[in-house]
């Protein structure tokens, strides 16, 4: 079975895959300062939980944003589970595809498996969007290329910056609002109007541009958390895939595979 480690700015996420398909799953909050010894000890409990031994596990991959996140894991690899892992876009797991922009050693192994997965699930010109701490478009062509894209805050990290540098508005959660009105009567209100409907603007208004600058219909995918809120209450998506990032890491191990 496969171990597949996707390291984000904030979560951590395990799958257990059979083949192409996952079995399990665990998500643990981001610490560059986590030893291998304490992912291990966290994720033995839960395997065992899961009613799988550690020799289950004959291949690992990891894909991470956080660097000195892969030599933590390669300890926990190495020692636990005496596996030599495959970290995503090196060796024998390079992308292999095209990263056509000026520096393909600067995109995050997260923008580069959402375009490799995308590709591989999907058929034609892509727009991937990803909601993670911040938002990212990613334009693929149907040749599976990486042609570039936009990075922009993420709702959350916008959430943030609004509560924590303004006086008096008070902390919200991320919903649609109760109206369609985009006037709103109060405080509460208007923030959420601001954060949901502005951000809706803000995906219709990239998606447009980065369609017309395509110049040929594009599918648009979205993946990260936020996804299904906007999918439920708008039709900006052609398809939504959470496990987009994952299936990208199965599918470089695969390749990956002696």
């Known amino acids: 079975m496969l171990l597949a480690a996707d390291v984000g ?21 981001t610490d560059a300062r986590r030893t291998g010894d304490e992912y291990a ?29 892969i030599h933590n894991l390669t300890v926990l690899s190495q ?13 024998n797991a390079e992308w292999g595809f095209e990263l056509d922009i ?37 334009m693929v062509d149907f040749n599976g290329a990486y042609k570039g894209g936009i990075i922009s805050p993420g709702i959350n990290l916008s959430l943030d910056a609004l509560v924590g540098n303004t006086a008096k508005l008070p902390r919200i959660a991320i919903e649609k609002p109760a109206s369609q009105s985009v006037i709103g009567r109060n405080t509460e209100q208007q923030m959420l109007i601001g954060v949901f409907w502005g951000y809706v603007s803000l995906i219709e208004g990239l998606i447009e541009r980065m369609k017309r600058e395509i110049g040929r219909p594009a599918k648009v995918v979205a993946t990260g958390g936020l996804a299904l809120l906007f999918d439920e209450h708008t039709n900006l998506f052609d398809a939504v895939d959470s496990d987009l990032t994952l299936d990208g890491l199965a599918i470089l191990a695969e390749r990956a595979s002696p």
Request: net charge negative; glycine share 10%; charged share 20%.
């Open 9 to 29: 700015n904030t979560n951590v996420v395990f799958a257990l895959f059979d083949g192409r398909e996952i079995k399990a799953r665990w998500r643990i909050a």
């Open 41 to 69: 000890v966290w994720l033995l409990q839960l395997l065992n939980l899961e009613g799988y031994e550690r020799g289950a596990i004959t291949q690992i991959i990891i894909g991470s944003v956080v660097p000195r996140s």
């Open 79 to 91: 020692k636990y589970f005496g596996v030599e892992p495959v970290i995503a876009g090196q060796g």
């Open 102 to 138: 000026e520096q393909p050693s600067s995109l995050g192994a997260d923008r580069a498996l959402n375009a490799l997965a995308a590709h591989a699930k999907y058929d034609g010109d892509l727009i991937v969007i990803d909601f993670g701490t911040a938002t990212t478009f990613d």
